[in-house]
């Protein structure tokens, strides 16, 4: 991307800059909670959206759905991100349809973290799993498609780590609830927000900027007593939205945040300010 070099801002348009008209942006974990907003706010934005989700997740539907709405190309593709061949493929595919990708953001993520396990009962299985599929399909994602950008010599890339690897879940926000946040969610998402900041660093040079967005309690039906809690220590005191975490998205795909990269803004209504 070229950088317009003046200290006037008549000559700039700055609501273009928002703009996503006509670049190809990856979501994977497109047909989730977070995912599906993404896909829209992007589509709304001109994207292509490629719609990528494991293949329950019908993303060749979503995909459809999106093109229908906004009469435009997008792709929907099924994977498993913790799949290296899987993700070759999305790219190769990818590549065969557009010719070039501007945008990739990571929101897949594990499931079985809902299901609360005490620290002292996980097991091998469920740690390898929330760790194969959280960090490592990031790791592959950002790999094989940041490669293909660095190559272009342009490329934003977005990651979501989670409020748990900036600071530990507070333990009375569960309390009178079925619900927590296990120890390998958080390592995890810790290794993610470790990896995008190796990476803004290593492609800084090769144009590809490499950011995060942390999203923090994203209302999905929560149990009362959980959003009672939550309201509690929250400064915004409430939950979020799903579309209230997508102009991160927007801002951070643009040319708006064109000089900004290693950055992890956070969504999360201020609970990490006290
Ligand atoms: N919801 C929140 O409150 C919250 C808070 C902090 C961070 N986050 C993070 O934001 C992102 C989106 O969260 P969400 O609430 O939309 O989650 P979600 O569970 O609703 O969606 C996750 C999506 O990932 C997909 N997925 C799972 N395994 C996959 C695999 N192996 N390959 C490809 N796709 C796979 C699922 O099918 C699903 O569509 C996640 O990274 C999550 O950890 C969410």
Redesign the pocket.
């Known amino acids: 991307m070229s950088v317009t070099r003046t200290t006037n801002p008549f000559e700039i348009d700055f609501r273009k800059k928002f703009e996503l008209t006509d670049k190809v942006v990856i979501i994977?974990?497109?047909?989730?909670?977070?995912?599906r907003s993404f896909c829209e706010a992007a589509a709304q934005y001109g994207a292509h959206v490629v719609v990528?989700?494991?293949a329950?997740?019908e993303p060749e539907k979503f995909a459809a759905t999106l093109t229908e709405r906004h009469h435009r190309k997008m792709l929907g593709f099924a994977?498993?991100?913790?799949s290296r061949k899987d993700v070759e493929q999305l790219k190769n595919k990818v590549v065969e349809t557009f010719g070039v990708v501007h945008g990739l953001v990571?929101?897949?993520?594990?499931?079985t973290h809902l299901k609360f396990v005490p620290f002292e009962k996980i097991d091998d299985e469920n740690w390898d799993k929330v760790v194969e599929?959280?960090l490592k399909?990031t790791f592959l994602t950002c790999q094989i498609i940041g490669s293909f950008m660095a190559e272009q010599g342009f490329g934003s890339i977005i990651n979501?780590p989670?409020?748990y690897s900036v600071v530990a879940p507070n333990q009375n926000l569960y309390k009178g609830t079925s619900l927590g946040c296990p120890a390998e969610y958080s390592a995890s998402?810790g290794g993610i927000d470790a990896l995008s900041r190796y990476l803004a660093s290593y492609w800084g040079a090769k144009g590809v900027r490499v950011n995060m967005i942390?999203?923090?309690?994203?209302w999905?039906n929560h149990e009362d007593q959980f959003e009672k809690n939550f309201a509690n220590f929250s400064p915004l005191q409430r939950l979020s939205y799903?579309h209230e975490v997508a102009g991160a998205m927007i801002y951070l795909l643009s040319d708006a945040s064109s000089y900004v990269t290693g950055d992890n803004l956070k969504v999360e209504g201020g609970w990490t300010v006290w």
């Open positions: 994977t974990g497109a047909c989730g909670l977070v995912g990528a989700d494991i329950l997740a994977l498993d991100v913790s990571n929101a897949h993520q594990n499931k599929i959280n399909g979501i989670s409020t998402k942390t999203p923090h309690g994203v999905n799903n």
